[in-house]
């Protein structure tokens, strides 16, 4: 995938990593940038930004209907989407007792939200024989996630899907990356950091925290290549390797991190 003169869709794109996948996304030379979220006031100030390549749109990624309109609109409107970023995500900071509510939400932004695009957006680009669809799954979703037990099964679930659909549509000429980033200075882990959550302060002393600007160059190279796992942090492909070798030995290292970091 090379982004010069592609139309990009990102979702979720008013901060964080969907804000700096932006802004990277036109340094590259695309020719359209779409900027969703469910805040339009911010998707407009990081199209502002942007200039006349980028246009904002609101979207709820729950609502089926929105992203298809949202597929719709961006294929009148520059003929086709090259490249699709299922980004939008959240957490919730607790365990068993969250309630149904929050885990109906995990549920719908992290891993329904990625098949509502994809439903949405792979008719046309099977039709043309080409596409790429990024979705934003976090290291969570091959390691875990602790403190958040619905962000850990969601996002492990968002693996899944876009593992299912590497294998199925690929040799159609659809490609499929899984973005799987531990630390990144964003909203999400900063407020998690102030408010003490564990499972932040777990990712916060499992590595480097990089910027969202770093989690793009990641994206970047992983794109060019073509990767199924994007990993801007190299070591969770240690990690996760040791997991599959020794899974007692690997849960037995987190709960040691776990029981210094409660110390």
């Not at 900027?35 to 100030?45: E, N």
Request: hydrophobic share 45%; aromatic share 6%.
């Amino acid at each position: 995938m090379n982004l010069t003169d592609r139309v990009v869709v990102i979702t979720g794109g008013a901060g964080g990593i969907g804000s700096a996948l932006a802004r990277r996304f036109a340094a590259e030379g695309a020719a359209a940038v779409v900027v969703a979220d469910l805040d339009l006031d911010a998707a407009r100030a990081v199209a502002d930004g942007l200039g006349p390549v980028a246009h904002a749109v609101g979207l709820d990624v729950t609502d089926e209907e929105q992203v298809r309109a949202l597929v719709a609109d961006t294929e009148q409107r520059y003929g086709r989407i090259d490249l699709f970023c299922a980004n939008a995500g959240v957490t919730s900071g607790g365990g068993m007792e969250v309630d149904d509510a929050g885990w109906d939400r995990a549920w719908r932004v992290n891993v329904l939200s990625h098949v509502y695009a994809a439903r949405a957006v792979l008719p046309a680009m099977l039709a043309r024989g080409g596409g790429y669809l990024l979705h934003t799954c976090s290291a969570a979703g091959v390691l875990t996630s602790v403190g958040d037990a619905p962000y850990a099964t969601t996002k492990h679930a968002a693996v899944g899907f876009a593992e299912w659909l590497s294998v199925t549509y690929r040799d159609q000429g659809v490609r499929i990356s899984a973005l799987c980033p531990q630390g990144v200075d964003t909203p999400m882990l900063a407020d998690g950091l102030a408010a003490g959550h564990l499972g932040a302060r777990v990712v916060a002393a499992s590595g480097a925290v990089l910027t969202g600007d770093q989690v793009a160059d990641a994206v970047v190279a992983g794109l060019a290549e073509e990767r199924f796992l994007i990993l801007p942090h190299p070591e969770v492909a240690d990690y996760a390797r040791r997991k599959a070798e020794d899974p007692d030995g690997w849960q037995s290292g987190l709960r040691k991190l776990v029981r210094r970091l409660r110390a």
